[in-house]
T-cell receptor, first 117, second 113 residues
Framework: GAVVSQHPSWVICKSGTSVKIECRSLDFQATTMFWYRQFPKQSLMLMATSNEGSKATYEQGVEKDKFLINHASLTLSTLTVTSAHPEDSSFYIC?????????????FGSGTQLSVL | GNSVTQMEGPVTLSEEAFLTINCTYTATGYPSLFWYVQYPGEGLQLLLKATKADDKGSNKGFEATYRKETTSFHLEKGSVQVSDSAVYFCALSVSGGYNKLIFGAGTRLAVHP
């Protein structure tokens, strides 16, 4: 099946620094990608919808200036956590929609564990 | 609001045991229901789905029935294998598309020989 590569798989950073997470669709083009966040023992929560060539759509309560999303090509979306703080420590997952699909055409990355010291 | 509640893990079973992972939901309208599985080091994969009441989704020996009266979509397998060890996520969609998938917290399953 289709593959979505997410990098890095884990990252540790100091408070106040910025961290970039990449999400690539390796063998298909994705006009739409999604970013999720999961805190320990909580549900996977949709943060934002990333659309190629346009601004991302953020869910209620997600700070768009803190979580910068760029989807400059049909195979790459990036999430930058700016000025990270310990409360941003979480598991971040991306997914990419293969065009013309139903939910079985949604492919997920393996996630990024972010730890902010 | 819309939400999904799963039983807390981890669930630890011996090989060939019967598996049930409970999932209940709250939703407006008529959601579609899904089970996703995440094997170690991999992304989530769709395991099965059901789009209307009384539908049964099945795949790889797993099955789940959409029960509107109990707002449930419990995952079952008659005989688990070590290779089934993974994290299982129940999810719903009220929009019929990807953009509003709502997930449960996930349930880790560990199967021992």
């Amino acid at each position: 099946g289709a593959v979505v590569s997410q990098h890095p798989s884990w990252v540790i950073c100091k408070s106040g620094t910025s961290v970039k997470i990449e999400c690539r669709s390796l063998d298909f083009q994705a006009t739409t990608m999604f970013w999720y966040r999961q805190f320990p023992k909580q549900s996977l929560m949709l943060m934002a919808t990333s659309n190629e060539g346009s601004k991302a759509t953020y869910e209620q309560g997600v700070e768009k200036d803190k979580f910068l999303i760029n989807h400059a090509s049909l195979t790459l979306s990036t999430l930058t956590v700016t000025s990270a703080h310990p409360e941003d420590s979480s598991f971040y997952i991306c997914s990419a929609e293969q065009q013309g699909g139903w939910n079985e055409k949604l492919f997920f990355g393996s996630g990024t564990q972010l730890s902010v010291l | 609001g819309n939400s999904v509640t799963q039983m807390e893990g981890p669930v630890t079973l011996s090989e060939e045991a019967f598996l049930t992972i409970n999932c209940t939901y709250t939703a407006t309208g008529y959601p579609s229901l899904f089970w996703y599985v995440q094997y170690p080091g991999e992304g989530l994969q769709l395991l099965l789905k059901a789009t209307k009441a009384d539908d049964k989704g099945s795949n790889k020996g797993f099955e789940a029935t959409y029960r509107k009266e109990t707002t449930s979509f419990h995952l079952e397998k008659g005989s688990v294998q070590v290779s089934d060890s993974a994290v299982y996520f129940c999810a719903l969609s009220v929009s019929g598309g990807y953009n509003k998938l709502i997930f449960g917290a996930g349930t880790r399953l560990a199967v021992h020989p």
